[in-house]
Nanobody
């Protein structure tokens, strides 16, 4: 079984910064792409940023130039550095990862439990 555990959320003032972490653990053979999504109350879950296994990032237009996604493959961890935060960034942030639990096994998509990010003065 695989678990993704997020950390680093909290309350921050507009213009502030937060860094989210998401660590994968359990029976892992390999991890492919990893990503961050967010869901505000009453809205759908949207992609914030993703990163391939070799480190190529992709960002939603709304966070380009403010957020940076990175990963540490040795630690099975993906990060999201969030700068210049705005009230509209307030949401529950979820990480996900494409995982193989054995060399001949299928790919599966794992999700974390979410971490709250609130931007308010």
């Amino acid at each position: 079984q695989v678990q993704l555990v997020e950390s680093g959320g909290g309350l921050v003032q507009p213009g502030g910064s937060l860094k989210l972490s998401c660590a994968a653990s359990g029976s892992i053979f390999s991890i492919g792409g990893m990503g961050w999504y967010r869901q505000a109350p009453g809205k759908q879950r949207d992609l914030v940023a993703s990163i391939t296994s070799v480190g190529s990032p992709n960002y939603a237009d709304s966070v380009k130039g403010r957020f940076t996604i990175s990963r540490d493959n040795a630690k099975n961890t993906v990060y999201l550095q969030m700068n210049s935060l705005k009230p509209e960034d307030t949401a529950v942030y979820y990480c996900n990862a494409v995982i193989k639990t054995r060399s001949s096994g299928p790919l599966s998509l794992a999700w974390g439990q979410g971490t709250q990010v609130s931007v308010s003065s």
